[in-house]
């Protein structure tokens, strides 16, 4: 079985602060890395996604990779209310399946 | 470009009762997906096709759930009958092939009473 593991949360965070979020994989094979927000009775959508050991950014989102420790990460910079939500790490394996980690609720507070 | 579209948004039945739900993909995209959220988890994969054809359905429960993707477009999933336990969030989501990037649809919420 392969695993995504996310610490559940809430993580909570003060307006403007760095919010880190962690995710660790088990399959080894792993080649694509997701980052999915999901609101509160929404679906899932596209954050970042990183295929390469080290460092992506994208405005105020820096996804980081390392396959050695098997570790992705999400930062996100100067943290709002509306990034309140919760953070789905997804993992596409050798079979091409894409495998979700259960999210990590982010508060920010104002 | 219209996005994954779901129908219905919501279906309230009563346990043992059959009930669809449809999902139209983004126009190109291969690869087409059901999962199942429940309430504090992330989504789980229980079908997945390359255009017609069903490649990866090892998590769909095949004595009362059932799916089709019709000339490698639109896509049904099924339920017969319903139990309580299935009461969730049904997401289609598609791609252009199974490594890229999967968009989701708002997906269809289940009560089974």
């Known amino acids: 079985q392969k695993e995504v593991e996310q610490n559940s949360g809430p993580l909570s965070v003060p307006e403007g602060a760095i919010a880190s979020l962690n995710c660790t994989y088990s399959d080894r094979g792993s080649q694509s890395f997701f980052w999915y927000r999901q609101y509160s009775g929404k679906s899932p959508e596209l954050i970042m996604f990183i295929y390469s050991n080290g460092d992506k950014e994208d405005g105020r989102f820096t996804a980081q990779l390392n396959k050695a420790s098997q570790y992705v990460s999400l930062l996100i910079r100067d943290s709002q209310p509306s990034d309140s939500a919760t953070y789905l790490c997804?993992?596409?394996?050798?079979?091409?399946?894409?495998?979700f980690g259960k999210g990590t609720m982010l508060l920010v507070s104002p | 470009e219209a996005g994954v579209v779901q129908s219905p948004r919501y279906k309230i039945i009563e346990k043992k009762q059959p009930v669809a739900f449809w999902c139209n993909p983004i126009?190109?995209?291969?690869?087409l997906y059901w999962y199942l959220q429940n309430l504090g988890q992330g989504p789980e994969l229980l079908i997945r096709?390359?255009?017609?054809?069903?490649?990866?359905d090892s998590q769909l429960p095949k004595d009362r759930f059932s799916a089709e993707r019709l000339k490698g477009v639109d896509s049904t999933l099924k339920i017969q009958p319903a139990e309580l336990g299935d009461s969730a969030v049904y997401l289609c989501a598609s791609s252009l092939d199974p490594k890229n990037i999967q968009y989701f649809g708002a997906g269809t919420r289940l009560s089974v009473l």
């Open positions: 997804a993992v596409i394996g050798g079979y091409s399946t894409l495998t």
């Open positions: 126009s190109g995209h291969n690869t």
């Open positions: 096709y390359e255009n017609e054809e069903a490649v990866d």
